[in-house]
T-cell receptor, first 112, second 116 residues
């Protein structure tokens, strides 16, 4: 079993829809949770960073962490065609330092 | 400020050869991490260097090695290439205090290695 599970999709939605992306994990030590966006032929770009449980909002993006369920989510409101990309969840904990454990990534397509 | 620069962008090698990839971090960043990205395994951590010392290591065979120079630039080397080494190799830099301090990792665009 992988430490981090993420549905690879693809997920196809119409422009303006609310998108929900999710990851589950098995290692209860994880404390730091991130979402990255990766466009084709580019490196991942950090979207959201959350420490421990709770919600964090940044513009159209909201990240949620539920440590009791070992489940994290990223919501995208008013999705745009420019949001079409692969979304990767990543997590780590103090002893791992800068070593991140990534999910497989979900391919998102927003149709105009 | 220039981003993370990786060279070369594309590389084609044959089995048994060795390869060296280069990464120039963002100016002032002292930590450089390397990741391998494949369709089957996704992004996997290779190793991290900080102030010329390997600070962390992933679960890859000894054929994968790296180093960091005094100017924080880093190289990774793969010896005796295998077909399964075909992947996108990504370098990420950060100031160096670690994720625990809300530090961001900035990724380069990667080197696409094809082993024939």
């Amino acid at each position: 079993q992988k430490e981090v599970e993420q549905d690879p999709g693809p997920l196809s939605v119409p422009e303006g829809a609310i998108v929900s992306l999710n990851c589950t994990y098995s290692n209860s030590a994880f404390q730091y949770f991130m979402w990255y966006r990766q466009y084709s032929r580019k490196g991942p770009e950090l979207l959201m960073y959350t420490y421990s449980s709770g919600n964090k909002e940044d513009g159209r993006f909201t990240a949620q962490v539920d440590k009791s369920s070992k489940y994290i989510s990223l919501f995208i409101r008013d999705s745009q065609p420019s949001d079409s990309a692969t979304y990767l969840c990543a997590m780590s904990f103090m002893e791992y330092g800068n070593k991140l454990v990534f999910g497989a990534g979900t391919i998102l397509r927003v149709k105009s | 400020k220039a981003g993370v620069t990786q060279t070369p962008r594309y590389l084609i090698k044959t089995r048994g050869q060795q390869v060296t990839l280069s990464c120039s971090p963002i100016s002032g960043h002292r930590s450089v991490s390397w990741y391998q990205q494949t369709p089957g395994q996704g992004l996997q951590f290779l190793f991290e260097y900080f102030s010329e010392t390997q600070r962390n290591k992933g679960n890859f065979p000894g054929r994968f090695s790296g180093r960091q120079f005094s100017n924080s630039r880093s190289e990774m080397n793969v010896s005796t290439l295998e077909l399964g080494d075909s992947a996108l190799y990504l370098c990420a830099s950060s100031p160096g205090q670690g994720i625990a301090t809300n530090e961001k990792l900035f990724f380069g665009s990667g080197t696409q290695l094809s082993v024939l």
